[in-house]
């Protein structure tokens, strides 16, 4: 069955780090978009970072360029987003999403919370 876990959230100081991964099980990950997005209360869903399995390439919002790193373990099929230098506004429930232009497809996991605050 096609499914997407993601773990790793939690409670963490400002100024701390947090890995989150995400485990992909009934899916190749050949020609995909892997995601995260996050969404805080009260506000839309926001695209984080994304990373991309044709070539590796991967893209960060302007909000966590420099402080987070998107990476995948190909054979385990896990994305990881490591995040550091956590700030109050990175609290937030992220989501790990696997996208497909051809054929189309576009699958979210349930979201892991993270909470930045001292």
């Known amino acids: 069955q096609e499914k997407l876990v993601e773990s790793g959230g939690g409670l963490v100081q400002p100024g701390g780090s947090l890995r989150l991964s995400c485990a992909a099980s009934?899916?190749?990950?050949?020609?995909?978009?892997i995601g995260w997005f996050r969404q805080a209360p009260g506000k839309g869903r926001e695209g984080v970072s994304c990373?991309?399995?044709?070539?590796?390439?991967?893209y960060y919002a302007d909000s966590v360029k420099g402080r987070f790193t998107i990476s995948m373990d190909t054979g385990k099929n896990i994305v990881y987003l490591q995040m550091t230098n956590l700030k109050p506004e990175d609290t937030a429930v992220y989501y790990c999403?696997?996208?497909?232009?051809?054929?189309?497809?576009?699958?979210w996991g349930q979201g892991t919370q993270v909470t930045v605050s001292s």
């Open positions: 999403n696997l996208h497909r232009v051809f054929p189309p497809l576009d699958y």
């Open positions: 009934g899916f190749s990950l050949d020609h995909y978009s």
């Open positions: 990373i991309v399995t044709t070539d590796n390439s991967t």
